[in-house]
Every structure is written in C-alpha cells, then in structure tokens.
C-alpha cells in the first residue's frame, strides 16, 4: 500500500495486438533435455519483446547455444542475458558467462526486442547445443508449437474468487520490514482478530508478508518466520476464509533491482517461492498463492522491458508452484499486472502472458486507490465529482472487457485512498463516503473481487472496533445493494445572517428516498421539508428550530433514509468566516493562529507575487492536504509543514488562499527568510 508502496503514473504503451502464441518446445534430455518456454508479452507495429526461457530436464548444461529458425522473416534487433547473432532466419542465443550453467531441473531466461512484417508467427522449434527441444530427457523428437487465439476455457476459477468476495487486507504486519511483524507498529496477530474479521462479513484474507530480511545468505527463509506465517494462515484457514498470501514489499526492496541484477533476482525470487510450494504444498484450495505484490523495475529500459521481466517473473512462479505436485497442481495462481496498474497497456500485457500460460486456474490482480487528485486532496481534487468517478468507472470496465468477460477471475487486491496513509481525515467524510459507495457497486456489477487495505486504520487491532463506524457501514452496504447519498454533507449557515432554506441534490442511486430524521424522530414532509425532484429543501422554520442556539459548529444532525442501504448523514452548521492572525515561526515548525468560527477547511492555494505556483507540486496552486498544510480545530491553528517551506524561494512573498467547506476564502501572506517565517494578514 502506498506510504510504503511505490505510486507510479505510467505512460500508456501500444496495446498488444491479437492474442499472442506460446511456443512451448521441450528442454533436452537425459544428458541433454530441455523445455523452452517462448512468449511475445509485448508487440506493436513492426516490432514486439519476446522472452525465452529454458529448462533443463536431463543433466548439468555448463554452457548453451539455443538456436532456432525464424518461420516469418522476424529479426531480433537488441538482446538482453544472451548474446544472439543471426544469418537469414537462423538464430543462435549464446549464454552470457554468468548464465552459462543450468542444474537439473534449473531455468535461465533471457529476452530481446525484434523486427516483424507481414506475420509474427512463433518458431516451432527450438534445439539446446544441438539437441531438439522436447520437454524429456533423452529424446530428440521434433516439438510442436501451441498458439492460443484466447483465453482458457473457464473452470472453478471464477466460482472460487466470487466466493471470496469480499476480501481484507492484514497489512502492515507480517509484510513490515523490520525484525518482526510489530516494526511497524501494529501488535502481533492473534486467532482473536481473524475471528472478529470474519464476524465482520468477510470472506477472503490477504496476506502480505515480506521475506527478503528473514532470508539466509544461502535465500533459506528462517525457519521460525516461516512456522509464523503458516500459524496464521492455519487459523485464518480454520476459521474459513479463503486465504491469500504473497511475496510484497520485496518488490521494491530487491525485485526491482533486476534489470541489472537478472539472475540474482530470479535466483531468490525462485528460492522463495520454491520453499513455500513446498511448505504449503498439501494446504486445501482455499489457500491462493499471489506472485508479487506491485511490481516494479528501477533501471528499467521502458514498459517494455518491464513487462518482459514481470513475465518471467510470473512464469517461474507458476512453474514452480505447479511442478510441486500436491493440491499446488491446481491452486488458484494470482498474477499482477505491472505496478498492478489497470492502465490498457498492463493489462493487455498480463493478458497476453496469462494466454500463453493455457492454465485455467490463474487469477488477475489489479490494485485501485482512485483517481489520485481525489485521492490524496491534491490540485483542488476535494470532491468526488464526475472526473473521479469516470476514473473508477473507466478502469473498472477496462479490467471487465480485459478479463472477466472473457473467464478469467480478477481480485481488486487492495483498494481505499493513498490519503488514508497519513489519516483517514484527508479527504471530507462525505466525499469519502460517495467513492466507498460507488466502489462497492461498480466492482459488484463487474465481477471484481474487493479486498480493502487495512494496515490498522480501519478495523482495531485489539479493540475490533471500527475507527470509523460510518465508513464500516457503507463498505458494508456496498457488497450487496447501493446507498443514496447527496450533493452534501454540510449544510452552512451564516450566523451573520438570518436564516434562510436550504436546499441539497439528493443522489437515490437507484434507490428512492423514503424520508428525513432527526434521530429517531422523522421530520415532517410539506413543513419541514420539501422535495422536488432530486432537490430537497429544508424551510426556513425548520433551519431556524434546528439552528437552536446557533452555536458555531454543528447544530444538528439530520439523517436522509432511503429505499436501500445506509442512510446518508447532513450536519447542520453555523458558522462565519474564519479569523487568522499573524504568526512567527520556523520552517520546522509554523502555526497560523485561526479561529475557525464552525468552518472547515477544504484546501489551500500557494502563490507568488507574478501568479506561479508556489511550494510543492507547483503544476497547481493548490496544495496537498495535511503534506503541505493541515488544520487543527482543537487547538485553533493552521499549519504548514516544513514540506510545504521546502519548496518555497527565500525572500519571497507567498500568497495563500484558504478555502473553507462553507464556500469562504481567506487570504494570508508569508514570507521565508533561511529557516525564519513569518505570517501576516
């Protein structure tokens, strides 16, 4: 999950066109045998990367020459961990020194980019010093090529993952990377917690464990975690969920280092996952195996490259896993698109490798955490307008058509808001409580698994409560039927001003709105409110009896009820525009002195004098909540973040605006001088 999780923004890449074959042609034998694994993760007009993977099924290879004939006319134009030279359409790959040795029962891979026109066919065959590739040792018969023009025919694949909705993540535990599963601050996990998760209506379990620093030098994992991680799988198994576990935050602690550390990389990557097909090889099916969490290449010549190395990546896992035997044959496999992205281009790569492999019995994942504007309070993303919503929709229908629609089961593997990494208060509760509701609604009409990402701000640890009871409800309400909800969540008054109607859009979703109470006791329709259409109007009177006193803050709290679903909450708020005072400070530590008078901040603008942008993302004059600026109503100040004056010019007068949920702005000026401030209005 973000906070520890690398957030990409991707460029798009040319779509792969047509389903991709995979030739799967045999290793040698007995003193030579050999199986060859060729697929095409990525092509475009004119040119494609293919990956080769060889396996050696018979005796110690201590140097290889793969060779094979081009059936198209094909070209390889730049090779990577082999060295590959051609003469008309004869193709030699050389081992590169390094990779020259393949063990028994062994694979080393390596990939290029190529030319093509016309046709883009596989090879048919493939020969290891000399040997035809056949997949059994000591045997020189001529292999086959196998194209897959779509994807397997469905099995209990997408009945399994529909069972597991819906699904929560045990995060920031046993994938923390320090020591043990405390370093991070959540406690240890007890039978008492998975209990009351289950009791919470989840279905499915993920997870996430880190590895790499409970690994010898020799990539043995430490027996004592190892027992850890099978501990709580076993209870989460006993209490009946479905489980998934995975390899996570190695994806960017040493996965990603492996465009320049290849076989390394995949020498550890292969350790671990053969050491848990082992330890879990008689686990029921209820047990899923997830390759890689979020993965990502540093050093990375491009998508391309990319896509190649996250496809051997994938495939060795499968491999692995399947050649184990055991109820491994036919376990559900998790595969990740790159960075878990639902961009086009990741998902056709995915989908391309997922064909090639002809297994029945693999599972997408893609991760959404919103459009991230909206996500994180950035650049004025404050609400979830159609903007935001359109992001959700679009990817969720790219994720449908990719996959779902053509039998292949997807897990959203986590979902929620990057801002929630600092806290759940980033982004305004009604806002928030609008993308919970209509994330939950459009998965469930896509087929798509959700699991949501709780590193322990959601549900307690020990306290099994919910931090946040009103988002419990609607996550909830999400799996089987919609909500309404509405324009807002506030209702503001002036106190400055009499009182007057209120009026707000109500959003039904489907559903059809039933009445209008206060606590228990329902207000009077015609009297206290009207609705008209999709307007509904509070009258004066009822604005005055509810206003009482007119204290500033919240006066009541009115509930909107519908056909279906939560009800949706409207605070009721008096409130005049807020007051700041001058201030002093340092770039560590500067606090704006503001009366909020029942306001609430929504955002903040930074500019300069000659109207740039000022301090951090200057592509927008508005700030990222709580990074930048943060406000705190108990103790009445407003403060910016030495974040926020990293990125500010010395000696240079910055104008701030503050908007406020009510619709008031208030301007204010500071200036930095070295690692002095000061604030004036």
């Not at 609400?383 to 359109?390: F, I, L, S, W």
């Not at 927008?620 to 990125?647: C, H, I, Q």
Request: net charge neutral; charged share 15%.
């Amino acid at each position: 999950m973000l906070g520890r999780r690398f957030a990409a923004l991707t460029a798009g890449f040319a779509a792969v066109a047509g389903s991709i074959g995979l030739a799967v042609v045999a290793p040698a034998a007995a003193a030579p045998g050999c199986k060859v694994d060729y697929a095409v993760p990525s092509q475009w007009q004119g040119g494609f990367t293919a990956s080769v993977a060889i396996t050696n099924v018979g005796d110690r290879v201590d140097g290889w020459r793969l060779t094979w004939t081009w059936p198209s006319g094909q070209q390889v134009t730049q090779a990577w961990n082999a060295t590959v030279t051609s003469s008309g359409g004869q193709v030699t790959a050389a081992d590169a020194g390094y990779n020259k040795v393949i063990e028994p029962n062994a694979t080393v891979s390596f990939g290029f980019n190529g030319s093509w026109s016309g046709a883009n066919t596989a090879p048919q065959s493939f020969a290891l010093n000399g040997v035809t590739c056949t997949g059994n040792p000591g045997t020189t018969t001529t292999t086959t090529t196998t194209t897959t023009t779509g994807n397997p025919v469905p099995g209990d694949a997408m009945a399994q993952v529909a069972a597991m909705q819906p699904g929560w993540n045990l995060g920031n535990t046993l994938d923390a990377t320090g020591s043990d599963e405390t370093s991070w601050g959540n406690p240890r996990v007890t039978e008492a917690l998975l209990d009351n998760v289950k009791a919470q209506g989840f279905k499915s379990i993920r997870i996430p464990v880190t590895w790499g620093q409970h690994q010898a030098a020799d990539h043995t994992i430490e027996a004592a975690y190892l027992n850890r991680v099978k501990e709580v799988v076993g209870w989460a198994l006993a209490d009946g969920f479905q489980v998934m576990i995975n390899i996570h935050h190695d994806s960017w602690q040493w996965i990603s280092a492996m465009p320049s550390n290849r076989a390394g990389v995949l020498t550890r990557y292969n350790a671990i996952w053969t050491q848990l097909a082992t330890a879990f090889r008689d686990s029921p099916k209820q047990l899923v195996f997830e390759s890689v969490n979020e993965p990502q290449f540093t050093g990375s010549s491009g998508d391309a490259q990319s896509a190649q190395l996250l496809h051997e990546l994938n495939s060795s896992f499968r491999d692995i896993v399947r050649r184990s035997g055991g109820t491994n044959a036919t376990r559900l496999l998790v595969l990740p698109t790159l960075h878990t992205s639902a961009d086009q281009a990741r998902l056709d790569e995915l989908a391309t490798s997922m064909s090639g492999f002809n297994d029945t019995n693999l599972v997408a994942t893609v991760h959404y955490y919103g459009y991230w504007p909206f996500s994180v309070n950035v650049a004025g993303g404050t609400r979830y307008d159609a903007t935001a919503q359109k992001d959700l929709t679009d990817a969720f229908d790219r994720v449908y058509d990719t996959f779902v629609a053509r039998g292949v089961p997807v897990v959203l593997g986590e979902y929620g808001l990057l801002g929630f990494d600092r806290h759940t208060g980033t982004i305004e509760q009604g806002e928030k409580l609008k993308f919970f509701e209509h994330l939950g609604y459009y998965a469930r009409i896509k087929k798509i698994t959700t699991m949501l990402w709780d590193n322990g701000q959601h549900l307690g640890r020990t306290s099994f409560q919910w931090s946040d009871p009103e988002l419990a409800a609607q996550i909830k309400a999400g799996w089987s039927t919609r909500s309404g909800t509405a324009s807002t969540d506030q209702v503001f008054s002036a106190r400055s001003s009499a009182v007057t109607a209120k009026t707000i859009t109500l959003n039904t979703n489907g559903t059809t709105f039933t009445g209008l109470r206060q606590g228990s006791t329902d207000l009077v329709r015609g009297t206290d409110y009207t609705v008209s259409g999709d307007q509904l109007t509070l009258t004066a009177a009822a604005m005055t009896r509810l206003s009482g006193s007119r204290a500033y803050g919240t006066n009541s709290v009115l509930h909107a009820h519908f056909s279906a679903g939560v009800p949706w909450r409207i605070n009721l708020i008096t409130h005049d525009v807020p007051v700041l005072a001058g201030a002093t400070g340092t770039t560590a530590a500067f606090a704006i002195p503001t009366t909020f008078r029942g306001d609430l901040l929504a955002t903040m603008e930074a500019r300069y004098a000659d109207g740039s942008n000022a301090g951090p993302h200057n592509w927008t004059s508005y700030k990222e909540f709580d990074r930048a600026f943060a406000p705190n109503y108990t103790t009445g100040v407003t403060t910016l973040t030495p974040e926020f004056f990293a990125e500010v010019n010395d000696n240079a007068r910055v104008t701030l605006t503050f908007h406020y949920w009510s619709g008031a702005t208030v301007t204010y000026y500071v200036t930095k001088s070295g690692s002095a401030v000061t604030g004036t209005t």
